[in-house]
């Protein structure tokens, strides 16, 4: 006699429908799709700037599996909260539910809140295939790949007025899809606050609490307890070309670039021994001059 009984729970159901990435290739844009690939590349957290002035946190994520010959490989935004999920390990086999199919320079998607990331660990057969691999150099790329250095026009992308870009770039967030654009112009105002430099988690680079008593720095998000942070940098510039002004948000590694190597490390010891004519003078050693955004 069988008796049925009631789910508790303990048994995992998989309810993603996969689809290889040979056939998302396929796709129209704004597809939903399941998948799952090995974690080839993992981008350090980003956030952007929305219309609102709220920031967004997202992560872009390169995944690949063997569904053609030599390998494909696509690449994965995580937008929203979701994005601190997206803390895997080269070598991983991860299952993507929901994701949205993008197409700005090839192949991409998108994953908001609404959708669904977990590892594989059981995931045998993709795993075998990427070692089996000899480095990844020869699997075919689906998406042009973002890359955080600004001043790099990847794919051949033309310049833009800003003109042009200001409300497509605000589209763009509220939509959650990833378009590059390149911008030429002149930073003209770079804003000054005691929030430039941040103390960082080395992990997930959130902002840090500070116990002032003990003098540690703690982040909520890893449950960890830092006695040396790292200070990273957040920097509000205006670019400006003949067309108009345009903010833009420069993180970590970014503003590095745009300060021409000077790091938050040097930034933050002058905001903490200098004067804020020194301060001031610093900051204005990088005004007007041409810069490159892509």
């Known amino acids: 006699m069988i008796t049925p009984l009631e789910d508790d729970g303990s048994i995992e159901m998989d309810n ?6 040979n056939e998302i290739s396929s796709l129209e844009a704004n597809k939903i799709v399941d998948t799952k690939g090995v974690v080839i590349e993992i981008q350090e957290m ?7 002035g709220m920031t967004k946190p997202l992560r872009r994520v390169i995944i690949a599996d063997n569904s053609r010959e030599y390998g494909l490989s696509i ?8 994005a601190y999920k997206a803390n895997f390990v080269k ?9 949205k199919v993008g197409k700005y320079n090839g192949i991409s998607l998108n994953m908001s809140n609404e959708c669904e990331v977990k590892r594989l660990k059981d995931e045998k057969k993709l795993r075998s295939w990427f070692a089996s691999l000899d480095g990844i150099k020869g699997i075919h790329r689906l998406s042009e790949q973002h890359k955080k250095k600004f001043g790099q026009n990847e794919a ?7 003109s042009d870009i200001q409300e497509k770039v605000y589209q763009d967030i509220e939509n959650e899809t990833n378009p590059n654009y390149v911008i030429e112009g002149m930073l003209t105002f770079i804003a000054k606050s005691d929030n430039m430099v941040y103390m960082a988690c080395p992990d997930d680079k959130k902002k840090l609490h500070k116990d002032p008593i003990k003098n540690e720095f703690y982040c909520g998000r890893c449950n960890t307890v830092y006695t040396e942070p790292v200070p990273t940098f957040m920097v509000t510039a205006k670019l400006s070309d003949p067309s108009g ?8 590694e970014q503003a590095e670039q745009l300060f021409g190597g000077f790091t938050a490390e040097e930034f933050n010891h002058i905001q903490i ?22």
Request: with cysteine; charged share 20%; glycine share 6%.
């Open 16 to 21: 993603y429908s996969y689809s290889t990435l």
């Open 46 to 52: 980003d956030e952007i700037t929305m219309k609102s």
């Open 75 to 82: 690449q994965i935004t995580f937008w929203g909260e979701i």
């Open 91 to 99: 070598g991983e086999v991860i299952a993507l539910k929901d994701a």
């Open 156 to 162: 051949g992308l033309k310049p833009q007025l800003v």
């Open 245 to 252: 002004p345009i903010f833009v948000s420069f993180y970590a």
């Open 273 to 294: 021994h200098g004067t804020f004519h020194e301060v001031k003078a610093k900051i204005e050693e990088f005004l007007y001059k041409p810069v490159r955004v892509c």
